[in-house]
């Protein structure tokens, strides 16, 4: 970690090279990483990687041309080749009739981000605490008669970003994270549990295990249900799948500008059942609050789905003017082609446990995870498809039965939450696959009719 | 600058230093990636660029084989202290794994075959660099697909990405490997509208079109502009065409879908970390166990190979990321399962060597058994041969969704258009198609596969494995080929 000071200075130094070499306004933004991942597989760590990096992006503008370069040599020589290629690009494309202008400064908001338990948590100390999960292991093994093995990772994260841009915007923060999952199997089952924390000491591994066993020992095989309707309740994990593709096929403004969102057309309209409310809020200490987007643009709360009712899409500053509008503060580095998606996204909770939830099912199904959904089936319905895993059960007259093997569902989205009878109050946190940084706030649902296709 | 990092050329000889202190450090094995990648990416939307940039993107990884336990440490920073600093970092993780596994030092020398020590210089053929066309030259066929005016067409998008990656490996084995390639890319997506529908036509794939080793002459030989007026019709078409009616049918998948049905039922099957358990926790597992050598999995006329050496596909290599050299390997023959893809751990633990099918994504990245190129044996017989001898079916073209279980077995696709055949003929556009299936009972319905007049190699950039997760290119050659009774439907919801 270099540090507030040696980066703002390294960016500054940068931006005034690039206007001295001709260009009218310019950004650059520091991006730099350590992350560690141990792997575990049949209760053996398989695989422990260690990576060190540090990328500079560089953006500028001659007058209404746009260039961009990145690198991760910090060499000086490959710092002034980056920085004048960007300017070279700039001056061999042609004029963009609507962007002419980097963000202006920003006040931002001090956000606690960086904890050195985690920073400081080597991948001898993860071996050791995998070492106690397989030594836990034992006693449930016999007490239950079959060999229960765990596979997963646990992964820890220092970053830390700084941006500076000629108009006199400088921001810096640094950031850690800690992340574990754990799939417990046996022969007649297997379970799923997993922790996502800014601060690596709050990762409890007793409770994930505890979590995870418990779908692991029911000591019966899974029986094949027939395709077809069922009530489910989606556990977070399953409920994050689904959210995820919503966020990349609907709320970002590359989608909406494609006209490929299902929000295009639908805005102020209801998609959803009014319980369902989804927002994004990079200053919610309950999520993992970032003070800035990645081009410095100050976060602020941004309805999406608002009692159910589509309400606002994610821009960055080049999107939004694209399109005559503000941008909301969701710019992704720059070299990401797909655009604006927002990083801290929350669903509104509810007043129920998942126990209560589950009392109010009949007959249903209980879905812990799915396994690779996709939702590019039709992106104007939500029509998303994907597999069950990693506990799926059967729940009759308000209580978990048995094992159920896997089933593919094929469902709209926006249909099956406008069917959601219930929310969890408990909500938990998800790593997002387009930003380090952020993370999903989710509760389990209860939906109605769920389809199940094979 | 604050920082002092070296130069590319004079990092080597401190990278060599580093493997002979680990050498006297005491471990079993230890390799050495040093990568430099340089890429450009473009994405216009009619006509203009919305995004284009050019990354230079270096780093070396150390891998550590130590008591039977493995260590990887990478790092983007090119100076002797920080080569020292992640040699030791590297072995300090293989020696906290020891130190909890319960192999001996005895028998983790038996963990991984040993290779022959090669010097070894390559270059992958590349007849026009891209990177020294000037840039308005290098845009302008995305920049016109992309301009190409249709009222009733809501946008026209197109990529281009370019990469030359230099990689030099080195290990304890004595081996020095240095291997340049070029790989260049591109597609178009026509999107079209009206109040109730939206429809998407892609050329010459989806997902960002089809990637290939090789420089500019790629994207000369894909002539996207003048295939861009017929996508357009045909996005038009699917507006107002019908929905794909539901049952079960004969299908006939286009080229670029059966590389993709490939790629996720039998490419992902067949690694054997997979079957050994070890991707459980992110990717899963495999109906191809090891017990399972000798299954049927397809139909007679069902082959499938892997080849990293052939040329211009974009998952080609001489030497794999452990020092293997590339080979050969049959995966299913006359629709038997025979071959895993492995690595040197994986393949030792059957008493075998590697075949070779080792890789990372870059250099700060640990190699693990990914696709080289996974290809079908073609047959006999044109595209047109098996529409004519099809009574009752459904041509089916570009991949729209994909979706497959943990154990590679259920799966389903969603395809941007389908062609009704009936009576040899094809009689209308369909829209929303998909299909699915139980990968052996599939594939065992393959009764025609094209011949080499219609075999084409395809290209994904994206293939994702491993945690952290590594995105890769693969490549997959394939012909258009026919399934009976294979499960159809229209999106039900």
Redesign the interface.
Known sequence: M?GRD?IV??LK?LTREARKNGAGQAEALYIGSH?S?A????S????????????VYFRVLLDKQ??????????????R??LN??I??AK???P?KFFDCLPEPYKYTEIKTHYSETANFT??DK?KT??DI?RKLVPASLKQGAKI?V???F?TLEAEIGIVNSNGLTAYQPFTSAHI?L?T?SVFASGFASQFERNAKNIDTEKLLSVAMEKTILKQKARKLKPGQYTVILEPAAVNEILEWLIYIGFGAGAF????SFMRGNMGKRIMDKKITIYDDGNDPSGFPVPFDFEGVKKRGLDIVKNGVANGIAYDT?LAKKCGKKTTGHALI????E?AFPSNVFIKEGNYTVEEMVSLVERGILVTRF???????????A?M???T?DGTFYIEDGKIKYPVE?M?F???IL?AFSRVEAISSERQAFPVPWSDIGANIVPALLIRGF?F?? | MTLSPLPKHTFIPILQHTISYLKKKGVEYADIRLEECISEGVMARDGEIDRLWDNLDTGFGIRVLYKGAWGFAASSLLTETEAREIADEALLQAKAVAEISHKSQATSHKLIHRNHPVRVKYKAPCQIDPFIIPLEERLSPILKATSIRNKKIHTIEGFLDFHKTHKIFLNTEGSFIEQEIFSSGAGIKVIAMNGKDVQIRSFPDSHNGIFRQGGYERIIEMDIVQNVPRIIDEALMLLKADECPAGEKTVILGGSQVALQIHESIGHAVELDRAMGMEISLAGGTFLTPDKLGMRVGSDIVNIYADPAIEGAIGSYLYDDEGTKAKRVEIIKNGRFINFLTSKETAKSFGKKSNGSVRANGWSNIPIIRMSNINLEPQEGRLNDLIADTKDGILLETNKSWSIDTLRLNFQFGMEIGWEIKNGRITRPLKNPLYSGITPEFWKTCNAICGKEEWQMYGLDSCGKGEPVQSISVGHGATPAKFRKVKVGVIKC
């Open positions: 270099l040696r200075e390294l130094n992350s991942t792997r575990f597989a049949n053996a760590v398989m695989q422990n990687v260690r990576e060190s990096d540090r990328t746009v260039g961009m370069a990145s690198t991760n040599s910090l060499h000086r020589d490959d710092l080749r980056c290629k960007a070279a690009i061999q494309t042609r963009l991948i001898p071996i995998l070492k397989f093995k596979g997963g990772a992964s999952s799939i199997s500008i494609d006209g490929t080049f720059p070299e990401d082609i655009g396994h690779y959904v996709n939702g590019l089936l039709d992106t104007r319905a029509s498809t994907g597999m895993r896997d593919r094929t469902e709209s249909e389809n296709s094979d």
